[in-house]
C-alpha cells in the first residue's frame, strides 16, 4: 500500500475501503477564506446538506493551484490532460454528520479536463482562461471565465511567510483545510466523492488581491474584510469514485 494512503490518523472518517481511481498532485496551493452570514449562502447549497460552520459563520473559499501528473489508477499520465491550472470556489457542509466540501464553481484551464469531470463527477466545472507565474518566492495566479451571460475574474499574488506548521484539531485552520469528501447534486441524486492526502503542510500566506469578482452570486461586501490566507507547497491526491447517498 503506497504509505500515503496508510497515514489516517488525521482524518475526521476511515479511508474509503475501495480502490482509489484517481491521483493527482496540487502545487502552490493558496487558501482564501471569508467568513460569511449562513442565510447568504444557505439557498445555494441543496437543502439535503447542512452548512458547516465555525465560530458562528459559515466560511467562502477560493482555492487556486496547479494540477500536475494526474493520472487514472495503475496508468500513466495522460499526455495534454496531466497538468492545468485549477481555482475553486466553495464552503463548507456536512451530510447526516460527515464534513465535506461543496463547490459552487471549479475553473480549469483544460477543456478536456473540465468535460470529463462534469460527466464523470457531476461538479460545476467550467471552462476559463487562466495564467500562473513564479517570480522568486512570489506566485501570481489569473483567473478569467465567462459565458454569454456572466463573467468572473480573479487576479493575485501570493508568498508564502512563515515556517511550515500542521493545523491543530478544534482550530479554524484545521477546520477550513482538513476535509476528505466533496458533495454534489445529480438531478435527485446526493453524491459523494471520498479523497485523501496526508495532512496539509501549512504556511501562512501574504496576498495581494489585485482583482476579485468571484462567486459573483453573493455581495461583493463579503471581501471587505482580509481573507484567512494559508499557502501549502506540494499535495498529492488521492480519489475515488462517486458515491450515490440515500437522502
Given at each position: 500500500?503506497?504509505?500515503?494512503?496508510?497515514?489516517?490518523?488525521?482524518?475526521?472518517?476511515?479511508?474509503?475501503?475501495?480502490?482509489?481511481?484517481?491521483?493527482?498532485?496540487?502545487?502552490?496551493?493558496?487558501?482564501?477564506?471569508?467568513?460569511?452570514?449562513?442565510?447568504?449562502?444557505?439557498?445555494?447549497?441543496?437543502?439535503?446538506?447542512?452548512?458547516?460552520?465555525?465560530?458562528?459563520?459559515?466560511?467562502?473559499?477560493?482555492?487556486?493551484?496547479?494540477?500536475?501528473?494526474?493520472?487514472?489508477?495503475?496508468?500513466?499520465t495522460f499526455p495534454f490532460i496531466g497538468s492545468f491550472l485549477e481555482l475553486n470556489v466553495r464552503t463548507y457542509v456536512k451530510y447526516k454528520g460527515k464534513p465535506g466540501v461543496y463547490f459552487f464553481s471549479l475553473d480549469a484551464s483544460n477543456f478536456v479536463v473540465v468535460t470529463m469531470a462534469k460527466i464523470g463527477y457531476a461538479l460545476p466545472y467550467r471552462h476559463a482562461?487562466?495564467?500562473?507565474?513564479?517570480?522568486?518566492?512570489?506566485?501570481?495566479?489569473?483567473?478569467?471565465?465567462?459565458?454569454?451571460?456572466?463573467?468572473?475574474?480573479?487576479?493575485?499574488?501570493?508568498?508564502?511567510?512563515?515556517?511550515?506548521?500542521?493545523?491543530?484539531?478544534?482550530?479554524?485552520?484545521?477546520?477550513?483545510?482538513?476535509?476528505?469528501?466533496?458533495?454534489?447534486?445529480?438531478?435527485?441524486?446526493?453524491?459523494?466523492?471520498?479523497?485523501?492526502?496526508?495532512?496539509?503542510?501549512?504556511?501562512?500566506?501574504?496576498?495581494?488581491?489585485?482583482?476579485?469578482?468571484?462567486?459573483?452570486?453573493?455581495?461583493?461586501?463579503?471581501?471587505?474584510?482580509?481573507?484567512?490566507?494559508?499557502?501549502?507547497?506540494?499535495?498529492?491526491?488521492?480519489?475515488?469514485?462517486?458515491?450515490?447517498?440515500?437522502?
Amino acid at each position: 500500500m503506497n504509505d500515503d494512503l496508510k497515514m489516517v490518523d488525521h482524518r475526521p472518517f476511515s479511508l474509503n475501503r475501495l480502490p482509489w481511481v484517481m491521483t493527482q498532485t496540487w502545487e502552490d496551493v493558496l487558501f482564501l477564506h471569508w467568513p460569511v452570514d449562513e442565510q447568504l449562502l444557505r439557498k445555494h447549497i441543496p437543502e439535503t446538506l447542512e452548512l458547516d460552520v465555525y465560530g458562528g459563520k459559515a466560511w467562502l473559499g477560493i482555492v487556486p493551484f496547479e494540477v500536475k501528473g494526474m493520472r487514472p489508477r495503475l496508468l500513466p499520465t495522460f499526455p495534454f490532460i496531466g497538468s492545468f491550472l485549477e481555482l475553486n470556489v466553495r464552503t463548507y457542509v456536512k451530510y447526516k454528520g460527515k464534513p465535506g466540501v461543496y463547490f459552487f464553481s471549479l475553473d480549469a484551464s483544460n477543456f478536456v479536463v473540465v468535460t470529463m469531470a462534469k460527466i464523470g463527477y457531476a461538479l460545476p466545472y467550467r471552462h476559463a482562461e487562466m495564467k500562473i507565474e513564479r517570480k522568486h518566492q512570489e506566485i501570481v495566479l489569473s483567473n478569467n471565465w465567462k459565458d454569454e451571460k456572466q463573467s468572473e475574474h480573479f487576479q493575485c499574488t501570493y508568498t508564502p511567510v512563515s515556517p511550515i506548521y500542521y493545523s491543530e484539531k478544534g482550530t479554524l485552520d484545521h477546520w477550513l483545510t482538513e476535509r476528505y469528501c466533496l458533495w454534489t447534486v445529480r438531478g435527485n441524486m446526493l453524491m459523494r466523492t471520498d479523497i485523501h492526502h496526508t495532512k496539509w503542510e501549512l504556511q501562512n500566506a501574504e496576498v495581494a488581491l489585485h482583482h476579485n469578482t468571484m462567486a459573483s452570486f453573493l455581495p461583493t461586501s463579503i471581501y471587505d474584510k482580509v481573507p484567512v490566507a494559508h499557502y501549502c507547497q506540494s499535495k498529492q491526491a488521492y480519489f475515488w469514485p462517486p458515491i450515490i447517498e440515500n437522502n
